[in-house]
């Protein structure tokens, strides 16, 4: 019986972590700790070019980052397509607050921040369908975070 009631609330409590999220940690490097876009249900995000893509994406490192450069990378049919990003979203520096804050680089070490993407997504993107996105961020030439989504363009 104990064994019961302890499994059961043992499965309430971790209900929420094993549900779905739309993104997925990359092998091997750290990943965020958490997205909020309203572009994204639990299992994929749909985004309309021409229109902003907006998300704030809590990142926290023990490490100290000077930039953290943004690359954006889909599979279409398995193809890496790098998908431009324009200066100033190319450096998640940019965009980056701590506590509400515009705090930007160098980053402080475990403490959340969140990088508040706002932009707009450019026209000349190709569409897609369900398709794998992969965003990474590099400081210095050493991948520090990424993430994979999956995503529609129309
Ligand atoms: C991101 O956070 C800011 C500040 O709290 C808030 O105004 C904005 O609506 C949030 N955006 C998203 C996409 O959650």
Redesign the pocket.
Known sequence: MYKFVAFAVLAVILAPAVSATFWRNCLGVRGPDHI???LCDAERCFAVRGQPF???VTLSSPDVHQELLVENIAFIFGIPVQLPVEPPHDNGCNQLYVN?VFHGCPTLPDVPH?W?INQDIPGFLPAFQNTVVRYTLTDRGTLVGCVEITATLV
Do not use: L
Request: net charge negative; no cysteine.
């Open positions: 909020e876009t309203p907006i998300a704030n509400g969140i508040m």
